[in-house]
């Protein structure tokens, strides 16, 4: 890629003026020249001393006709390519985009869309239409410049102090295993170049030392010793290989290649059968990193009310809603090729109402546009609810037969009462209604062949069948998770809905009940009207009321459209069972215009439900023919990585656990991750773990084919191929569009030294093998080896749902011709939960309801077993996290003294199990504990349409265009490239902080834990983390908010080295390459992971990842934290002036020409003062 | 100095040159509701055709947010404030364009950017006019706005660029009117990047000569849209051509769309250039700003817009946009679908209204499998 140098700057345009200083005159000359004709000879004659350089030409009149066209093949000629292939894009943006590269000369030069989605075919030949078309963006058409760039992953690359503590053997601490700190100086250090036998070489060999290690009662007592949670070392169970971490990033974007991390860390119950000798029977593999959840990405209130992972739907079935509201979603900057259907919808007289915390892009394309305070989507959502129920606007058929809000709630023991509780001999009903209940020991059916929810004898028997109050007959009646939508209907009962009931045991004890629905009712009424919200949100009590009648007047054809800005808050869970139930109440979940979806990460590897068949392959017996299935056997355990974003710690208060026994993970010695920035170089607290965490892991692997900030803090860099060198198939899916997709094989020679990631699997496991003289790790990849993936990619196909029937060879024709295949899901579009609603199958929940009160224990204690809202653990400028509630019976959370902690530690670690109710007016006059010290900003992080995460920002011709500081000329030598980051803030507030708009600011929050805890004491290490980034005057952020883009590399060692000893001033490390777009920290710089107790149960119950099976606890991608990267509140200082060097304004400002500083003639252009219509 | 018709001012102009009209225009439609400033137009062309040496600042497509942004800097504002303020009675343009009201001899009105002007070539990136208020709610025209304005050359019918060449080495092609600069002939004096009010000619300081948009005629000469048109995601464009010398065809989507129901309208027709990029206007956005963009008949076209839902040949018209990489030249509506051609009579694209939706059986018999949207 071309360096942008100023070095190369070029004269000014004005310097190109013909020699003659006689200005306008001239000009004005050789005007008439060319009007009168300098074909005629005698005036060409007479101009041949003014314009001798000038050869004369006929040409009288170019617009009527021109002479010369010879020179057109100039452009036709460069137009030219030789040939050309087609290469699936797939970045982590949901999308995934089958382009078309055309080569010349050996080189790809340009890239086009295929326009080959409306060929694509499901297996009953039903096929998607040209509105489909085109679909590409930016990123990917620049790629080519990525593919050939400069910060290509070119050959395999270890860290010198990483290969000093391999090539000396390990040296470890005696009593405790710990490495000596001189052997981990990552991102200081320099990289030693080696073959690829050497790093599959050092990478087994580090496997094995750490697993040996960390074996048996020694290896626990060594990470005790090392200060790990004595639970978190129970864990381990004494397996060594349990504290390898494995990481496909986003796998779902590569089942083979991406996936294979997962299968890598199977393989290593080899390792664990050769270290402790344990037979294959109690052998334990590695742990895996969950993504959806990770990413934030996972909604986590949508399995505590549906039971399953998220509800959502293609984005195209916004051509069947009437109403569409995109809630907390930059719709049009993040689902780019999905934006026409929300524009043509709209063009089609749907109406579309953009909620958001600022002026989003996606406003600009509303009817309807609501700018909230942020984090306030739970209240927000709780109001409509109850402004629906109390003007009586709820579908009464919907919530009777769709939902929990009929059943009853012991309101002594705030637990649902059970049928066999009341009815004495009660037993739990046979259930046929799309469920399979197994008897004990029995597995059921392979997933393809599973026709519905699968559930087990005991989980049946422990759930029991529910009651409701029979307002017929007058007295309680029992309901099964059968007896949902008609099939509730035919009993025709009359469920009581208001008021409390006295309802006689079998034991005859008489317990007051009241439905979740009188529960919920009340607690709205108290504490959710529009007004009370209206002081929450900021949004005016009739916009709300406006808003919950048209809801309501849109039955099955309200889409709620929610992103990741309210996601990535806190109280998410929230805010998703909120949401749910204004949908519920309306008639609107699981229509194909009316519907609930969640738009963030591209998730859905469960459509590929049979992938045990490759990931869970039986490492000690392989299936060794390609056309038979594999022998399945799980040895690995999948893992949130939250606790090790959090330290590598679980979530106590007090003496108290919070983070439940399925949860807890092991500690963190070995980490490999592929195809993914986010775990290390973009993570949430990065300079935290970076400086906190990261030091106690001992080997860091990283395959990637670009050189982001996580290589800059690997151990040994596996460079991997691009998406246009693939050797091999591979495949994925959307969660946002219905294609299956096939990476086809590329023609195109690889351009450095590189591999497939499964290759490097492969490569690391065989090395294992040669390390431990056992053939075993080698022939697990056999097929690789053989330079063939198509056998494990049938076999995925052969045991999907949605897949069986595809043959990977038609698959990879079509995509080689830029044609996707449709997935057979059961509907076109997909529609999630479209069988519960069309269908009246029972939910994946222990009622078979749509689920809007949680009985659970933890849900009790954290006062969250009714909806409520919660104040941003952060983002708020009162006390975070409080429960904003009027006093209710059934709200009894555990107090801050219940589990023995300070009640005035407002601290941030100490929030996430603070459970203190206020109501609204209570509240409003409270204050954010660091509000004293200035911190009083909102700053969020949303993604935004230049990147998708880092991928192609720091591409040139992509970056320039990220923002308005972009120059190719780099006129200010402090930029840390051609572009840099910035600060949204709102100009009013600019002013009030002395900040001019293009200044750099500091920007820090709070400085317990950010942006590293002991930042204090370590100058070196704070220079690198502490965000600095210009000022943009922003008038779409409210005051008090700010917003910073999530997509940029930050600063590094090396960038921030880079920024002082490169001659240009780039922020570029001087030994890798790698390339800052801040001069120091990055937006994570103000971020870090949060562990909230309603997120990490023992007790929900929730479908599998993969298949029909309902289980309890962890899950992870379900079940698990999410972490609130979104949250912060900030302090902001003026750093430096945006002139160039640091004087004055920047010249945009000094122009007039930006928002705050317009010139006379710029008011006057918006008012519309250039046009006067006389008539 | 000849006088020319110019049918988007409604009255006859100077021109220093006067000439039939191309045997067909080529010409867009960007309609700005569903522009989403992905810059993938952007990147579409500049990786093809700009990505050499001394083209680094070269962006022949753009997008720019309205009213803060603007590639070069301010390119539009200087032009209207040496202009007087566009008036305009009953559809023709009173005030005079960039080729009028000058001293004699003189080549049009115009101003040339600075260096400094193609930096930040994203300046203004969804800056609203006015500052957000936490808890605003409102509907219809906006009170605070923004929107994207997509921009390539015009190839306009009186091209500035054209008229202001000393070398006469800018040309209007007589086949398709496609407006290009002869790079073996010119010399570099930068006069065209004065006269075009739309800035789209750009100084190559390696080669040394101006460079422009060439409508990506190696596409057009093989029936296929330009590279922004086919990379356009958000569905905004369509490309084709205009009727020149005969009646618009209500059978031509150009036509159609622009001549016959006048949804799309020009930008800045008040410069007197006669540009061939058509734009719907924004229907959030107040009508006082857009009729200095988009002349007189920014209300009657937003309220059109407003009401295609019930008129399905203009919506018939509007969902061709972005259905196909080749020119249609023909279309119609035909129930629930609309239809594109091409000269030849071949079809090129046939869109639903509405996509379907299907649903599948829920066991799939011939491969043994239940059928799930929940796996």
Redesign the interface.
Known sequence: MAEHDAGARPERADAGEPANPGGSTRRSFLYQLALTGIGAAGIARQAAGAVGYLDVLAIDNPLASYPNRGWERVYRDLYRSDSSFVFLCAPNDTHNCLLRAFVKNGVVTRIAPSYGYHEAKDLDGGGASRRWDPRCCQKGLALARRFYGDRRCKRPLARKGFKAWADAGFPRDKRTGAVDAKFLQRGKEPWVPVSWDEAFALAARAAIDIARTYSGEAGQAKLRAQGYDPLMVEATQGAGTQVLKFRGGMPALGLTRIFAQYRMANAMALVDDRLRDTGPEKALGARGWDNYSWHTDLPPGHPMVTGQQTVDFDLCNVEHARLILVWGMNWITTKMPDAHWLTEARLKGSKVVVIAAEYSATSSKGDEVLIVRPGTTPALALGLAQQIIAEGLYDEAEVAGGTDLPLLVRTDTGQLLRAAEVFAGYRPAPLANATLVTAAGESGPAIHAQAGAVIGAAQREAWGDTVVWDRRRGGPAAVNRDQVGRHFAALGLAPQLAGTVTVTLASGERVACRSVFDATRALLDASYTPEQVAKLTWVPAAAIRSLARQIAANPERTLFVNGMGPNQFFNNDLKDRAIFLVAALTRNVGRIGGNVGSYAGNYRASFFNGLGQYVAENPFAPGLDPAKPAPVRSYWKPESVHYFNHNDQILRAGETVLTGKSHIPTPTKSIHVSNSNSLIGNAKGHYDSIVNSFPRVEFIAVNEWWWTASCEYADIVFPVDSWAELRAPDMTISATNPFLYVFPTSPLPRIHDTRGDAEVAAGICAAIGRELDDPRFADYWRFVGEGDMRPYIQRILDHSNAMRGFRVETLEREAMRGVPAIIQTRTYPKVGAWEQANEDRPWYTKTGRLEFYREEPEFMDSGENLIVHREPIDSTFYEPNTIVAAPHPLLRPKRPEDYGVDPADLGSDARQHRHVVLDVDALLATRHPLHAEGYRYVFHTPKYRHGAHTTSVDTDIVAIWFGPFGDMYREDKRMPYINEMFLDINPLDARELGVEDGDYVWIDADPHDRPFRGWQQNAERYQVARLMARARYYPGTPRGITRMWHNMYGATYGSVRGSRENANGMARAPETGYQSLFRSGSHQSCTRGYLKPTWMTDSLVVKGVFGQKITQGFVADVHCPTGAPRESIVRIERAEAGGPGGQGLWRPARLGLRPGYESAALMRFIAGGFAARTS | MPKRKNWQIGREQDY?????PPKRQVAYIF?T??C?????C???C????T?G??Q??TFWNNVETK??G?YP??WD?RL??M?E??????GVL?TPTVFEGLPP???PRGH?????D???????????????????????I?P?????LARICNHCDH?AC?A???????????EDGIV?V????C?????C?RACPYKKVF?N??S?VSEKC?GC???VEQGEVA?CV??????IRLHGFLSTREAPRPDNPLDYIIKIRRLALPLYP?HGTGPNVFYIP?V?V???????LF??EVAAAKAL?RE???DRQL?GA??LF????KIITRFAVQGEEAVGWDDAGTEL????????????N???E??????????
């Open positions: 220093p040159y006067e000439a039939a309609d509701n569903k989403i400033e992905c810059q993938t952007t990147i579409a500049k990786a093809t055709w990505s040496k001394g680094e600042t009213p803060y603007g800097t301010a504002l209207l404030e202009s303020p566009a008036r305009w009675a009953r009173e001899n003189q080549p040339r950017p600075e260096v400094a193609y930096g930040a070539p994203n300046l203004g990136e969804d800056d609203v006019t006015a500052n957000v208020e936490m808890g605003m709610a409102f509907e219809g906006h605070m706005w923004m929107f994207y091209p054209l202001a060449c000393p070398r006469k080495a800018v040309y209007k092609r007589e290009l002869d790079q073996e002939r010399r570099g004096y930068q006069e990047i100084h300081v390696i040394r060439i005629y190696p596409r590279l086919e990379a356009c995601i958000g569905k008040q924004p959030h107040p009508d006082a700003f857009l009729e200095q002349g007189p817009y295609a839902a019930r919506l509007l969902l972005g259905a196909t990489n694209a046939r869109v639903p209204f509405t996509e379907p939706h299907r649903v599948r829920f066991f799939d011939r491969h043994g499998a239940y059928r799930h949207n929940t796996t």
